[in-house]
């Protein structure tokens, strides 16, 4: 056979068998899709399955940019989390956006129940609100404040592999599932007044890992984006964290898992007189 109809042939054998190939990865986007059971354990497994939930505490050290005003400022930031959602976040800054310098810019405590000031103090903003919403604030991280919640994801990123104690309910969002891809799940929360809520989750299709949580944020949507996941023991942790309320971005460059850590830690000195 000539080389003509050489080329001719491999012409027709890529035409019958190519629309098999399409036909078959779509079938596999669809059951990986299938139902948000499915998307949020394969999730859980690709990121260590047990493993994840056997991970107690982790320390992290994480490059911070943001632009959140005019000028582009970085930061470098020490971060503690002991299971189910005691932190704490201290930074320092560059000197000129250049230079890292060793004072500390403060200390954010998360006991699992209210926020110190930063400088570890009793905060008294956490009287200012009535109990209910405090604690509806504090047991959803989705509730908190812009800045504090940037924190909880920063300091455990990896906190949607308990998303069904986060939301009451989890479900496939049909409107935003055509997106080629992605799963997406909408999670359906309690809101810190009392109101349901709703935060979209997406997830890549073909690895299973959480792409972006988009959440509602003072009526508008922002979201975090998750990347760059690399192996820290038996999890894959997403070594960059991005989130455009403050267009601002973590880059992990040190992750320690399971060093034990006092609840010492986690405890706020008193107020201030």
């Known amino acids: 056979m000539?080389?003509?109809?050489?080329?001719?042939?491999?012409?027709?054998?890529?035409?019958?068998?190519?629309?098999?190939?399409?036909?078959?990865?779509?079938?596999?986007?669809?059951?990986?899709?299938?139902?948000?059971?499915?998307?949020?354990?394969?999730?859980?497994?690709?990121?260590?399955?047990?493993?994840?939930?056997?991970?107690?505490?982790?320390?992290?050290?994480?490059?911070?940019?943001?632009?959140?005003?005019?000028?582009t400022e970085h930061y470098t930031y020490k971060l503690k989390w002991k299971a189910p959602n005691k932190i704490t976040s201290g930074s320092t800054p560059y000197l000129f956006n250049t230079i890292p310098v060793s004072y500390p810019n403060g200390t954010f405590i998360f006991d699992g129940e209210g926020w110190s000031d930063f400088d570890r103090r009793k905060s008294r903003n956490e009287e200012r609100e009535p109990e209910r919403v405090r604690e509806l604030r504090h047991k959803y991280p989705y509730n908190e404040d812009p800045y504090f919640m940037e924190l909880r994801v920063v300091a455990d990123p990896l906190m949607m592999t308990r998303a069904n104690e986060l939301y009451a309910s989890l479900e496939l969002d049909t409107e935003s599932?055509?997106?080629?891809?992605?799963?997406?799940?909408?999670?359906?929360g309690i809101g810190k007044y009392g109101f349901t809520r709703h935060d979209l989750l997406f997830f890549d299709a073909k690895t299973g890992f959480l792409k972006t949580w988009q959440v509602g944020i003072q009526h508008k949507w922002y979201a975090f984006e998750f990347n760059d996941y690399r192996k820290v023991d038996s999890v894959m942790f997403p070594f960059s964290v991005?989130?455009?309320?403050?267009?601002?971005?973590?880059?992990?460059?040190?992750?320690?898992?399971?060093?034990?850590?006092?609840?010492?830690?986690?405890?706020?000195?008193?107020?201030?007189p």
């Open 2 to 71: 000539t080389s003509a109809g050489l080329n001719k042939l491999g012409v027709l054998i890529f035409l019958a068998v190519f629309p098999g190939c399409v036909a078959a990865q779509a079938n596999q986007a669809a059951s990986n899709c299938s139902s948000s059971e499915v998307v949020l354990q394969r999730y859980i497994d690709v990121v260590g399955g047990k493993a994840v939930f056997d991970v107690q505490s982790r320390e992290m050290t994480a490059a911070e940019s943001n632009s959140f005003g005019s000028v």
């Open 177 to 188: 599932n055509d997106q080629q891809g992605l799963c997406v799940l909408r999670g359906n």
């Open 242 to 272: 991005y989130f455009d309320f403050y267009d601002a971005t973590f880059r992990y460059t040190s992750v320690v898992q399971n060093k034990p850590l006092d609840d010492s830690a986690f405890a706020e000195r008193p107020a201030r």
